[in-house]
């Protein structure tokens, strides 16, 4: 039984992702947005489905309410609506195949040369949320302050991009 749940939340979140992207349905921005809250909530079935109950209630807490409450508060104020069809600029096309297959290359290079986990002892009990933390805080508190200075930063884009000329 576990094997079919496996498999039909792997596929619903494939296909959501899918769905977020290329939304043959409607090009309105919160249609993708709901998508992206069912794949996230597919992912959260994935990891209760590995025994680990704490990342799939921070996945549904965290991503699915806050983080797309945030979303479709952004994408209400700046009123976006049904995009048009543009024309496709070639130039801008291969700039950014060139800046993200470059980036990539060298996440791979710097993934490949490091030693990530190396030397790490797993924890002993599963799902514990003292051990996570103490992990987190520990060991990863570099990327972790990084990734909290990056989403503040983030955040004050969105409003900044939100806020109207007063002019």
């Known amino acids: 039984m576990q094997d079919i749940f496996f498999y039909i939340f792997a596929f619903l979140t494939l296909l959501c992702g899918v769905m977020v992207v290329a939304n043959p349905f409607s090009r309105n921005p919160v249609t993708s947005a709901m998508f992206l809250v069912l794949t996230i909530a597919s992912m959260a079935g994935l990891f209760v489905l590995l025994h680990a109950f704490f990342l799939a209630a921070v996945q549904v807490l965290v991503y699915a309410g806050a983080v ?7 994408i209400m104020l700046l009123d976006l609506k ?4 543009r024309k496709l600029n070639t130039y801008g096309i291969a700039a950014a195949v060139i800046g993200v297959g470059s980036i990539a290359a060298i996440l791979v290079k710097t993934l490949a040369e490091s030693k990530v986990g190396e030397g790490l002892a797993m924890p002993v009990k599963q799902g514990q949320v003292k051990e996570l933390g103490n992990i987190l805080f520990t060991q990863y508190l570099l990327p972790f302050e990084i990734l909290s200075v990056l989403l503040l930063v983030a955040m004050v884009g969105a409003i900044l991009l939100s806020k109207k000329d007063l002019k």
């Open 68 to 74: 797309m409450v945030l979303f479709l508060f952004v």
């Open 82 to 85: 049904e995009e048009e069809r």
